[in-house]
């Protein structure tokens, strides 16, 4: 699901080989195969992997996927991001579970509805965590069992389930794709029997990925079709391989894979040499791509809606390296999009809704910290709730590596990056830019629900300060 900004009208951020191979595709004749359950576990294991993270949607039917794991997003954009999610795509997502929810036995359902004025909704989700990536010299694997929407021909057309993972920096810039890396693990439309799998890098248009169109290629799924039965999806990133290699599967048959060479430099580094990634589920309706293969505008009139798509478990896996796998509990806080921020709760900095000069890297105390902070930098929190009683001070996880002299401020304030601070404290060197402390600063009475700015001030323009989390107490 390419992220990217909107497109020129003629050029349409998806494939240009996307015809030719549906063309292959649809002229595959579906074989007929064993009948798969409809629920599994999650797959224990292989020799020598470990895993890393999984859900398996066991929750109860009708419930939303958990928190714990799984923001979802809302609108018709990232806030600040580009228009109907960078592809196209007409339908609004929402957080209602008639359109994502748990079906009670043992899969999440993400289903498009159109309303009676013809207005479509449907669901997209994506993890907490954003650091998934190898560990080093090791594999990373990413794996779903899934049933695309059980819906073909006319019926079908601007259909578009995917599921897939994006660069962490994307959270809160939005902008910076595709040099952020994405990794298409999972994409079919128009209930066509085809999954493709794709990488989307560089530089668009063109680069190194030929952007819009990016790296892909597509077969049809083994036995059973792929809107018929579940089919199990997987990527593999290989950092133990030198050149590194990128690998898809689908039923364990590897049908796509890309080299570092291929990729080259700077353009590989971009993309793998940031925090990690965060996966995506959706079913986007009409966009660039569905409507490149129909050769027209979709969904059309005789789109059906309320076909969903059945994810069973979604698993990460690692073999290999020198380093031990990420843990598996996410940082208790909300990222963005959206949701409501307990204030009193620890608040990690990465989570941010919007930034200015702002980077995030990986944190010596597990997940992120945001740094390269100086003055007139700020991140901001929305929707972050200190209820009826006012906080008496807040504390934030900090360390800087700045030189002898250089020092500043870092500041709270409510609705404005430049409103007047409601509380603040000074930071010097603290041993080094992973060299973590706790530092309390007093703050002035919010109440209520409020956007939340942390900015910074020096009186030098150097980096003085990263932050890993903060928090208010009452």
Not at 13 to 37: C, D, I, N, Q, S
Not at 120 to 141: C, D, H, M, Q, Y
Not at 203 to 217: L, Q, R, S
Request: hydrophobic letters at 35%.
């Amino acid at each position: 699901m390419t992220p990217a900004p909107a497109a020129p009208a003629a050029l349409p951020p998806r494939r240009r080989l996307t015809l030719a191979l549906t063309l292959l595709t649809a002229a595959a004749t579906a074989l007929v195969g064993t009948t798969v359950t409809a629920n599994a576990a999650v797959p224990a294991p292989a020799p020598g992997w470990s895993l890393v993270w999984s859900d398996d949607f066991t929750g109860a039917a009708g419930t939303l996927p958990s928190a714990g794991n799984w923001i979802i997003d809302t609108g018709t954009s990232y806030p600040g991001g580009p228009p109907n999610w960078g592809t196209g795509e007409i339908q609004t997502y929402t957080n209602s579970t008639a359109n994502v929810s748990h079906d009670g036995g043992g899969n999440l359902r993400i289903t498009p509805l159109r309303d009676a004025s013809g207005r479509w909704t449907s669901a997209r989700i994506e993890t907490v965590r954003s650091n998934f990536k190898p560990p080093s010299g090791g594999v990373l694997a990413i794996e779903g069992r899934i049933q695309m929407p059980n819906v073909t021909g006319a019926q079908a057309s601007g259909y578009w389930p995917a599921f897939w993972a994006l660069g962490s920096p994307y959270r809160g810039n939005y902008q910076n794709w595709p040099g952020i890396g994405e990794f298409d693990v999972m994409e079919n439309v128009n209930g066509l029997n085809s999954v493709w799998g794709v990488l989307h890098c560089g530089v668009a248009p063109g680069g190194p990925c030929d952007e819009f169109n990016g790296i892909g290629a597509s077969r049809a799924c083994p036995g059973s079709t792929c809107q018929s039965a579940f089919h199990t999806y997987r990527f593999e990133w290989d950092a133990s391989a030198s050149p590194q290699q990128l690998r898809w599967y689908v039923d364990g048959q590897l049908y796509h894979s890309v080299s570092q060479s291929r990729v080259g430099e700077p353009y590989w580094s971009q993309m793998t040499n940031h925090a990690g990634y965060f996966l995506l589920l959706n079913v986007a309706m009409g966009g660039a791509f569905p409507n490149g293969v129909a050769g027209g505008a979709t969904p059309t009139a005789a789109t059906v809606p309320g076909r969903p798509m059945l994810v069973d478990y979604v698993a990460v896996y690692s073999r290999g390296g020198g380093t031990t796998p990420p843990p598996t509990t996410p940082p208790p806080t909300t990222p963005p999009p959206g949701g409501v921020r307990d204030a009193y709760a620890t608040i990690q900095a990465e989570s941010f809704n919007a930034q200015n000069g702002v980077l995030v890297e990986a944190c010596a105390e597990g997940g992120q910290n945001i740094g390269a902070l100086r003055s007139g930098d700020w991140v901001r929190f929305d929707n972050v709730e200190f209820g009826a009683t006012p906080p008496r001070d807040f504390v934030a996880r900090v360390a800087s590596g700045a030189a002898s002299g250089v020092s500043g401020l870092v500041e709270v304030r409510l609705d404005s990056p430049t409103s007047p601070p409601i509380g603040s404290f000074a930071i010097g060197n603290t041993g080094g830019w992973q060299s973590w402390r706790s530092v309390p600063g007093n703050v002035a009475g919010p109440t209520g629900r409020r956007t939340v700015y942390l900015t910074f001030s020096s009186g030098q323009p150097a980096d003085f300060v990263n932050v890993n989390w903060f928090t208010f107490r009452r």
